[in-house]
């Protein structure tokens, strides 16, 4: 059977069914396209990477001259004109000449020199504001482990702001990849626990999650909740022996069902858009050389961001996050131990590597997806993209590890909101960053201090138009997320730290 002919009844049967049952208890035991006006709001994609320990020089156009410099809290901060030559801004961030053209480059941001301020060893949550979600290695990693925050993406999905109307949405958020998105477990009212979002990795189910099938005439349904309400009403209001904790329980799958039901309701249509001829799963399973073969990492990838711009071009979604796993090399030994941790190291092969790798996902995943958004006309003479922040993200700087000066490379203005065309230096050239600055070493391996990662999650939520009234209660000194400076990361002047509500120099248009 093809998508097209699947109806709101089957999918009730399949996943509705699994969920409308009331819960265990422990506590009991003992006993198509949205209409114009929705055109213009902002999109986000978070592309995230593993590892990271590009030189500089390979990673930024650091050859791009210098149009203006500034003082800003106490730093000379530097900014350029992107440029791309026969498809190429960086040894990185190089591509086919056709889709890196100069009108591409001119949507596009690199930014350097934003830090965390302590060391978080590896980690996934820290890309999107889960500070916590690191592998705890030392003790800035554990400490932080005590203080989970909401992931930016999902803030932006239950925003009444970013979606001022969830008529057409037919899900808040898309999740591809795992430990990279996090929100509470009951997040209409933001409370339970802070948990991770199921990750999806099939294109098939993603595509069948955003597509709507044509309406059959006025159909009508009984809510899902009123099949349980006497239920829920009974255990909820008169059993003596409910704990609170299971009361919470109860509450959170009530809201589950209240927005699987708004899902089974929603309106539009997106059956102009075609239906994936083959699902990126195939392309894993089918193959079992998959984990080592670059242009299968490509093709799978692919075949997911088809199914983001048919979400964005039929407004059925506005958020989504990609942890990318596969390392896009051939390379068969240990890659953690022989390539991430080698990088650093001159005349050792281990950075040719990891730089080819990450030139191969730049292309392949980024490229790729900002080509596709620019390729969909939004009927009023801008482009999807144009309305989209699409953001990458690698694990660390230039060193395995050391989350010193970031690579962030973003595509599109997020509706207007962002300058685009810019190479934009944040880092202090006369600050070292952590606890053992090594002067000796060349230049594309110095670290210095530069402003810091939570300011920029900040400014990413005030380009997705979420207030900061509304997540202000996550922010340490106005930049998103909980601000450690760390054991020997004291370089930080209090001018960086306590201005973190500010929006970065030349960021807004």
């Known amino acids: 059977m093809s998508i097209i002919e699947l109806d709101r009844r089957m999918f ?8 409308l049952a009331i819960p265990f208890l422990p506590s009991l035991s003992r006993e198509a396209r949205a209409g114009e006006a929705g055109a213009k709001l902002p999109r986000f994609v978070a592309m995230t990477t593993n590892h990271g320990g590009v030189w500089t020089t390979a990673m930024f156009p650091v050859t791009t001259p210098v149009t203006e410099q500034m003082n800003y809290r106490g730093h000379t901060i530097r900014k350029g004109n992107l440029a791309v030559n026969q498809g190429e801004i960086s040894k990185v961030l190089r591509g086919d000449p056709a889709k890196l053209t100069a009108a591409l480059a001119a949507k596009m941001n690199v930014i350097r020199g934003l830090d965390l301020s302590y060391y978080a060893g590896h980690h996934t949550g820290c890309h999107l504001g889960n500070y916590a979600r690191n592998d705890g290695n030392g003790g800035d990693g554990q400490k932080m482990q005590a203080f989970p925050r909401p992931t930016i993406d999902q803030v932006m999905a239950w925003s009444p702001s970013f979606y001022p109307d969830i008529a057409t949405i037919k899900e808040r958020s898309l999740v591809i990849g795992d430990r990279i998105s996090y929100y509470w477990s009951n997040p209409k009212d933001k409370n339970g626990e802070i948990q991770e979002l199921k990750p999806e990795f099939s294109s098939q189910e993603l595509f069948n999650r955003i ?10 349904r009984t809510p899902l909740v009123n099949r349980i309400l006497d239920s ?3 255990l909820r209001g008169g059993n003596r022996r409910l704990s609170s904790a299971d009361r919470v329980r109860l509450d959170e799958h009530i809201e589950r069902l209240n927005e699987l039901d708004r899902k089974l309701n929603t309106k539009v249509s997106c059956d102009t858009v075609a239906p994936p001829t083959k699902n990126s799963m195939s392309v894993m399973n089918g193959n079992q050389d998959f ?3 670059p242009d299968l990492h490509g093709e799978f990838w692919s075949l997911l961001n088809d199914v983001i711009a048919a979400a964005f071009s039929c407004n059925t979604c506005r958020v989504v996050t990609m942890h990318i796993e596969q390392t896009f090399s051939d390379y068969q030994g240990d890659w953690h131990q022989s390539v991430a941790h080698q990088a650093n190291i001159e005349d050792n092969p281990a950075q040719g590597i ?3 790798a990450h030139r191969r996902t730049f292309e392949s995943v980024f490229l790729d997806l900002a080509a596709k958004l620019d390729a969909i006309d939004e009927g009023d003479g801008t482009k999807v993209l144009d309305n989209t922040l699409l953001h990458w993200t690698q694990e660390s700087g230039n060193i395995t590890h050391d989350c010193n000066s970031i690579p962030i490379v973003t595509a599109g203005s997020a509706a207007g909101w962002m300058k685009t065309g810019q190479y934009i230096d944040y880092h202090n050239q006369d600050k070292p960053y952590g606890k053992w600055p090594n002067t000796s070493v060349p230049e594309d ?3 210095k201090c530069g402003l810091l990662y939570n300011q920029w999650l900040g400014n990413v939520l005030d380009a997705m138009r979420v207030p900061r009234s509304e997540w202000e209660a996550y922010s340490d000194n106005g ?3 909980k601000l450690l400076i760390g054991d020997g990361y004291e370089n930080y002047d209090p001018a960086v730290t306590t201005s973190m509500n500010e929006v970065l120099p030349w960021l807004k248009a």
């Open 12 to 19: 009730l049967r399949g996943t509705a069914g699994a969920i």
């Open 211 to 220: 597509f709507v099938p044509p309406q059959n005439g006025n159909q009508t």
């Open 232 to 234: 829920y009403k009974r």
């Open 291 to 293: 984990w080592i073969r």
């Open 354 to 356: 990891i730089r080819e």
């Open 445 to 447: 391996r110095l670290q």
């Open 479 to 481: 930049g998103y997320g």
